[in-house]
C-alpha cells in the first residue's frame, strides 16, 4: 500500500469521526459496527506500515494502537454523552498526529512506472523513457510485454503471439501473468 493510499484511507476514518462527534453532539446513537469498522482500518494501516516500513513507522503504529483504545474506550461509554464528546476530541487530536506522522515519518513512494509493449521490434520508441526510469533512484520500471492474439473471421481469438524472449538482455522482463496492475497500481504506464 502506497503512501497517498494510507493517507486516503485516514481521511475516511477522518469523516467517519467527525460524522460519529455530530451525532454525539446531536443526542443521537453512534452504531458499534462504525468504530469497529474504524479499528479494523487503524489495524490495516497499522499492519502494512509494519510490513512495508518496518522500524520507521514504529511512531505511526503505537499512535494508531492508541487510536484503537480510544475507540475502545468510547465504544464502552456510548451513553455518556460527556465522556464519548471527550474522547471524540481527543481521537480528533490523534488522527491529526497519525497523519503528520505517515507524512513526515515514512518514506517517500518510488514511482512505479510499467512499460506495456506488445511487439520487441516496437521496443525502440519506448527504450531511452525506460532507460531514463531505469536509472532514476526515485523510480521503479517494470517491461511488461503483454501478448497479442491473431482473429479468426468470427472474431475469435485465434493464436497468442509473445514476445518477452525477443527484448535486448539489458532490459529486465516481468512476465504479464507475474504482475498484478491493480495490487501494484502504478503511478504511470506506457503502452505501445
Known amino acids: 500500500m502506497k503512501k497517498k493510499t494510507l493517507l486516503s484511507i485516514l481521511d ?11 451525532n454525539i453532539d446531536a443526542g443521537m446513537p453512534v452504531p458499534m459496527e462504525t468504530l469497529v469498522d474504524c479499528q ?7 499492519n502494512e506500515i509494519e510490513q512495508q516500513y518496518g522500524n520507521t ?13 480510544n ?12 465522556s464519548c464528546r471527550k474522547l471524540g476530541k481527543k481521537i480528533q487530536k490523534q488522527l491529526v498526529q497519525i497523519r503528520n506522522s505517515i507524512k513526515y515519518n515514512l518514506l517517500e513512494d518510488k514511482k512505479e512506472v510499467v512499460f506495456l509493449p506488445y511487439k520487441a521490434s516496437m521496443w525502440d520508441s519506448l527504450e531511452s523513457v525506460w532507460r531514463a526510469a531505469d536509472v532514476d533512484p526515485s523510480c521503479d520500471a517494470y517491461v511488461i510485454p503483454i501478448p497479442y492474439f ?27 501473468d507475474e504482475y498484478d496492475l491493480e495490487a501494484h497500481h502504478p503511478d504511470v504506464i506506457y503502452i505501445v
Open 12 to 22: 475516511s476514518m477522518e469523516k467517519i469521526n467527525d460524522s460519529v462527534i455530530k
Open 71 to 82: 475507540l475502545y474506550q468510547m465504544s464502552s461509554k456510548l451513553e455518556d454523552v460527556a
Open 40 to 46: 479494523d482500518s487503524a489495524i490495516a494501516v497499522g
Open 150 to 176: 491473431d482473429k479468426n473471421p468470427d472474431g475469435s481469438f485465434r493464436e497468442e503471439h509473445y514476445e518477452g524472449d525477443l527484448y535486448p538482455k539489458d532490459v529486465p522482463v516481468t512476465r504479464y
Open 57 to 69: 513507522g514504529e511512531e505511526t503504529v503505537h499512535l494508531l494502537e492508541a487510536y484503537c483504545e
